[in-house]
């Protein structure tokens, strides 16, 4: 399989892991010096990712990828997510790779749909 399938895959997987509450399949995909960074946080550490963004319980009814391409060590991926509560949003995300494993991510929030 190239790289860029690969990427792909992982991204897919990455979102399959929120849904199925597997942090343990998380951690496996991230380097060691993963930064994490979104309006509400800036750079921060693989820890504080966990700490502050792993949902505690599960959250996601689903979410639906929308747009996904991957550039190189670059990936771009739309998607939007179904609450367990009720109600959705969209996001869109910028990942980067390094090797097989995700380096960084970038959220940039969307909308309450």
């Not at 994490?36 to 550490?45: L, T």
């Not at 963004?53 to 991926?77: S, T, Y």
């Not at 790779?97 to 940039?108: L, N, P, Q, W």
Request: hydrophobic share 40%; glycine share 4%.
């Amino acid at each position: 399989m190239n790289d860029m399938r690969t990427r792909q895959q992982t991204v897919r997987d990455l979102y399959a892991a929120y849904l199925e509450d597997r942090k343990d399949k998380v951690i496996a995909m991230l380097t060691e010096d993963f930064t994490f960074s979104s309006p509400r946080d800036d750079h921060i550490d693989r820890a504080a990712y966990f700490e502050r963004c792993w949902p505690k319980q599960p959250f996601f009814r689903a979410i639906h990828i929308e747009f996904l391409a991957v550039d190189g060590d670059e990936a771009a991926v739309r998607y939007r997510a179904e609450k367990l509560e009720g109600g959705s949003f969209a996001n869109m995300e910028s990942l980067r790779f390094r090797g097989d494993k995700i380096a960084s991510v970038e959220v940039y929030f969307g909308r309450n749909l």
